[in-house]
């Protein structure tokens, strides 16, 4: 089984910030792109940031030059580091990753419960 537990949301003022970590764990073989997804009230889930395993990063238009994504593979876990934040940054942040278990037998997609970002004064 494999679990990814996020943490590091909470109440910010505009402006602020916060850095979101995942770590994933489990009957791990290795795990190929990580990633963060947000869902705001009434409106689908979204990409915020992705990152490869070689690193490549590619982020959703509204976080580009303000969120930086980043992983520890020795860890296993990934990093949103997020600067001044904005109210419609308010949602709940997921984590996804693209694993494969079972000494690599077996591969899919695994998501978080997710992690509360508000953001108002």
């Known amino acids: 089984q494999v679990q990814l537990v996020e943490s590091g949301g909470g109440l910010v003022q505009p402006g602020g910030s916060l850095r979101l970590s995942c770590a994933a764990s489990g009957s791990i073989f290795r795990i190929y792109a990580m990633g963060w997804y947000r869902q705001a009230p009434g409106k689908q889930r979204e990409l915020v940031a992705t990152i490869t395993r070689l690193g490549s990063t590619n982020y959703a238009g509204s976080v580009k030059g303000r969120f930086t994504i980043s992983r520890d593979i020795a860890k296993n876990t990934v990093y949103l580091q997020m600067n001044s934040l904005k109210p419609e940054d308010t949602a709940v942040y997921h984590c996804?990753?693209?694993?494969?278990?079972?000494?690599?037998?077996?591969?899919?997609?695994?998501w978080g419960q997710g992690t509360q970002v508000t953001v108002s004064s």
């Open positions: 996804n990753a693209d694993i494969s278990t079972t000494g690599g037998a077996v591969r899919g997609d695994y």
